[in-house]
RNA sequence: GCCCAAGUGGCGGAAUGGUAGACGCAGGGGAUUCAAAAUCCCCCGCCGCAAGGCGUGCCGGUUCGAGUCCGGCCUUGGGUACCA
């Protein structure tokens, strides 16, 4: 073989470490355990530069462990279950079942030929009935542990093809197919409590050293913690049975600045008063439309109804507030009623502004500012605030300080008490479709709501279920409904809801250290392998996906199935970067958008030659269809050059933006270093001593910028680090058997990267065994040093010149060397510096 | 709307508060070749003949020194609880 071929080295390595077996992980007490995941990917069907990404990052983090000597877990699995399966179930006929398994095969054998050092025994879909089942036995622990639960709550309903839609299925408040406006209805849904572990869910953030700070950020802030008063406002004159509308406030202080009191339209006492009032039925209707997703909630206009009672100040009861029920207030959030202060909050001066209600300043900004202030006056966060009709007293507080007096004076007074409250919901997991995993409970007339008996699990999917006409088919099956009740014996009816597919990756990484257990987890395993040393994936899961997976470890150790130790299931985590691609899209007649894939388009037109509209690169996804498919790249180049391309291109948590321009060279620099390698091997040229020892030295300094770089996450860096020292290593006029050593650690920094080149390049030079499972190189300080150094002389902070210095020297004398210098005589013109800073080994400053 | 990020040459990007633009792509010039491919060498932020000046989204601040820290904006992206 005279050239780098790819397609010839490839597959013979894979075999041979196949053969070797070197990355089946066993329990050897002997090594220290490290457990790398990639969060598994959806079967879409396709693998795309996205996964590329992420597992090519988890394959350099467990290659290199592996060489370093620790016992690697290194797993793969399917989120199988989800709603792409049905829609296209719906669009082409065929069975989710179906679809999903080939889409499994053909990513599996896409993504085989990347190399990546997977124990792919370990390897499960979450459709599978063994581990949906084992989640129904979990799911039966929980409830019964109290973590499970059922009430109301709200989805968004089709009227025309009479099914609920997701969030992603409702487009601008109607729905993605009927085009029907979406309607808002309650249905009875199981949902986990979450919100009882809101406290130690935050507290236990600042113990995830290793997590981005972002990410624990943007946790923090969706828990929500937040501390209030809730107190009530006496009702005048309310229907039966209402005499008080109970209020959570965070904002105390603006108590006296109240204005109005708003109720949300799903309030009891709303819901009781459009009884005897049409006109508020019809507002409340009105307020029910649209969708349920907070953005779409907060943006909507903000709308009242002024049901014509009144509620009672708590500090002066002559004083009388109107009652609103207003579109922006939710019922899932604190009472479901607030006080509304125009004066200090911007919705409210809209609202009060647009309902002609009065404006009254609570507090001002100073003594001498305008009492009749108009305008909403948030107060600044340093400066005291001074109350006009003060509760607590007549005194100058900040905004933290006056709230905390605002409570213990209400609390002293009896209005109210002092709560603390979270943002976070419970985790509602109905979903009233088939592709997901069955809740094994069953509905008995006499019994109730009755949780299934284990030895009945899994509690399978019916295969038999057809997708043309919409709704769930669990509903419409003639007999899967029809179920025995678990203890009476009677005939029931099953639950049809299935759980939501989050469920389903919210323990994966657990079973993975057992994939084949017949419970849920296998303690020892658990506890060997457990938790996971290092999780990557997108950022885009930064809350929900990773906050479900830590209430589940901790709802797991509750019910007995992992140890306390693992609770927080991820030691470390790294958030990728998005891979993401430019929209192509086209309208059609009704002026909806139309995407096209990349594939499809040329110089900006389709193939019949209609101009495309570009719009910004976005996250790829298939809706989208801004997808690149990444086997045409492993086939014309190969996969070490595909994984070369995706590490090498952009910083690993930063977006990167998908273009070919890179593959090409990517492939030509693995061609030089191919060759540049042969070369050596076959190699018998002396060479100085002198050139020996800069070559070394050189080795050595990229052994440790290289190993620096894979270990923090600086693929980007490591590879442009491995750019330099194979130039460093083409130009050298070293030795044959010093140039062998360092080809063949070449080999080895490479081989995390690229590793069938590595293992050829590895054999071509004599190394012994697989470069694989070879001891990771030890970079030997010593063998860095440089004799001189280059430091920057700046005057007032502006490089000016630079001066060569032994490593060692003193600062005095890099001083008066630094002075002697032209510039900074010139600059000098003759006076004594100001100031002259000299940091060592990094830059010298005149300071004139 | 709210929460969280990011913004540096023509492009991707580098830079423990210490020489801004490493490394790569694209581009320009040269060597080799009958010619090409491949390969190798050199140049390459902007303005300027030069001396020099200006430069890390915008405005201000801290510092001997700011891409980096602080305050305020702008733009783009992610999340927003039923996309995964």
Redesign the pocket.
């Known amino acids: 073989m005279s050239?780098y071929s790819p397609a010839e080295i490839e597959a013979n390595w894979r075999k041979a470490w196949d053969e070797a077996g070197i990355f089946r992980a066993g329990n050897d007490p002997a090594k220290p355990k490290y457990y790398v995941l990639e969060?598994f990917?959806?079967p879409s069907g396709r693998i795309h530069m996205g996964h590329v990404r992420n597992y090519t990052m988890g394959d350099v983090i467990a290659r290199h462990k592996l060489a370093t000597g620790h016992n690697v877990l290194h797993p793969m699995g399917w989120?199988?279950?989800?709603?792409?399966a049905e829609n296209a179930a719906m669009a082409s006929g065929g069975h989710p079942k179906d679809w999903t398994y080939q889409n499994i095969a053909d990513m599996r054998a896409q993504m085989k030929p990347l190399g990546l050092s997977i124990d792919w025994s370990r390897e499960f879909a979450t459709c599978d009935p063994e581990y949906y089942g084992q989640q129904q036995a979990l799911f039966l622990d929980m409830l019964e542990a109290g973590l499970v639960y059922r009430k109301n709550?709200v989805?968004?309903w089709d009227p025309v093809d009479m099914t609920?839609?997701?969030?992603?299925?409702?487009e601008n408040g109607r729905g993605w197919r009927s085009g029907a406006e979406v309607e808002r209805r309650e249905?009875t849904?199981w949902f986990f409590a979450?919100?009882d572990m809101a406290e130690e869910l935050l507290e236990a953030l600042d113990t995830l050293d290793d997590w981005p700070?972002?990410?624990r950020?943007?946790q923090?802030?969706?828990i929500?913690k937040s501390r209030g008063l809730q107190f009530a406002f006496g009702l005048n004159e309310g229907p039966d049975g209402f005499d008080r509308i109970e209020v959570y406030t965070t904002r105390p202080d603006t108590l006296m600045g109240a204005s109005f009191v708003g109720i949300s339209p799903d309030h009891p006492l709303a819901k009781q008063l459009e009884k005897d009032d049409a006109e508020l039925a019809a507002f409340n209707a009105e307020c029910r439309k649209g969708?349920?997703?907070?953005?779409?909630?907060?943006?909507a206009e903000k709308r009242g109804y002024n049901t014509g009672l009144t509620v009672r100040h708590p500090f002066d009861t002559a004083w009388e507030l109107p009652v609103y029920v207003a579109n922006f207030i939710l019922m899932?959030?604190g009472t479901g009623a607030i006080f509304g202060v125009p004066a200090h909050d911007?919705?409210d001066f809209d609202f009060a502004t647009k309902y002609a209600l009065p404006i009254i300043p609570a507090f001002l900004p100073s003594e001498d500012a305008d009492p009749q202030l108009n305008a909403p006056y948030v107060p600044p966060?340093t400066e005291p605030v001074h109350y006009v009709s003060t509760i607590a007293g007549d005194t100058w507080q900040t905004g933290a300080e006056a709230i905390e007096a605002t409570i213990a004076f209400c609390e002293q007074n009896g209005v109210g008490q002092g709560v603390t409250k979270y943002?976070?919901?419970?985790?509602?997991?109905?979903?009233?479709?088939y592709?997901?995993c069955p809740i094994p409970v069953v509905h008995c007339d006499a019994c109730g709501v009755v949780p299934e008996k284990k030895e009945n699990l899994p509690i399978r999917l019916p295969d038999d279920v057809t997708f043309d006409v919409p709704g769930n088919p669990l509903d419409r099956h003639p007999t899967w409904r029809n179920a025995p009740c678990p203890k009476c014996g009677a005939d029931a009816r099953r639950e049809t809801?299935t759980m939501?597919?989050?469920v389903?990756?919210s323990w994966y990484f657990i079973r993975f250290t057992a994939p084949h257990a017949d419970t849920p987890t296998d303690i020892a395993a658990a506890e060997y392998w457990m938790n996971v040393d290092q999780y990557i994936g997108?950022?885009?899961?930064?809350?929900?996906?990773l906050l479900y997976s830590r209430f589940f470890a901790r709802a797991i150790h509750i019910t007995g199935h992992l140890p306390k130790s693992a609770s927080e299931p991820f030691n470390a985590l790294f958030t990728q970067?998005?891979v993401?691609h430019e929209i192509y899209q086209t309208r059609d007649e009704n002026g909806r958008p139309v995407y096209h894939l990349p594939e499809d388009v040329q110089d900006g037109k389709l193939a019949d030659g209609t101009p495309v509209q570009i719009?910004?690169?976005?996250?790829m996804?298939k809706?989208k269809k801004n997808v690149v498919d990444p086997i045409g790249i492993i086939d014309a180049y190969g996969a070490d050059t595909a994984r070369w391309f995706v590490l090498?291109?952009?910083?690993p948590?930063?977006?990167?933006?998908w273009?070919a321009?890179?593959a090409?060279?990517?492939f030509?620099?693995l061609?030089?270093v191919w060759?540049?390698a042969s070369e050596i091997a076959a190699s018998d040229a002396p060479g100085t001593s002198e050139a020996d020892e800069a070559l070394l030295r050189e080795m050595h300094k990229a052994i440790h910028d290289v190993t620096g770089g894979v270990e923090s996450f600086?693929f980007?860096?490591a590879?442009?680090?491995?750019?330099?020292f194979?130039?460093v290593l083409?130009?050298s006029e070293a030795g044959a058997q010093a140039k062998r050593a360092a080809a063949r650690t070449l080999a080895q920094l490479m081989a995390p990267m690229t590793p069938h080149l590595a293992e050829e390049m590895w054999q071509m030079l004599g190394g012994e065994g697989l470069v694989a499972v070879a001891p990771w190189p030890v970079a030997d300080p010593a063998m860095m040093q440089d004799d001189t150094?280059?430091?920057?002389v700046?005057i007032?902070?502006?490089?000016r010149t630079?001066i060569q210095v032994p490593q060692e020297m003193a600062k005095d004398e890099v001083e008066k060397i630094a002075l002697a210098t032209d510039?900074v005589q010139?600059a000098l013109e003759g006076a004594q510096p100001k100031?002259v800073?000299v940091?060592p080994?990094?830059?010298?400053?005149v300071?004139i």
């Not at 609920?164 to 409702?170: G, H, K, S, Y």
């Not at 090498?648 to 910083?651: Q, R």
């Open positions: 050239r969060m990917p959806y989120d199988a279950f989800g709603m792409p709550a989805v968004n609920v839609l997701a969030n992603e299925q409702v249905l849904q979450i919100s700070a972002k990410v950020l943007m923090e802030n969706w929500g969708g349920t997703t907070e953005e779409a909630l907060e943006k899932d959030y911007q919705r966060k943002r976070l919901r419970d985790w509602g997991l109905s979903r009233q479709r592709w997901g809801d939501d597919t989050f389903d990756s997108g950022v885009e899961h930064a809350i929900l996906h970067g998005m993401t719009v910004p690169s976005a996250k996804s809706s090498s291109d952009s910083p948590e930063r977006d990167v933006e273009t321009a890179g090409e060279a990517a030509k620099h061609s030089r060759r540049i600086g980007n860096a590879i442009a680090r491995l750019y330099a194979t130039g083409a130009k150094i280059t430091l920057p700046q007032n902070g502006k490089r630079e510039a010139r100031k800073i940091v080994g990094r830059i010298v400053n300071v």
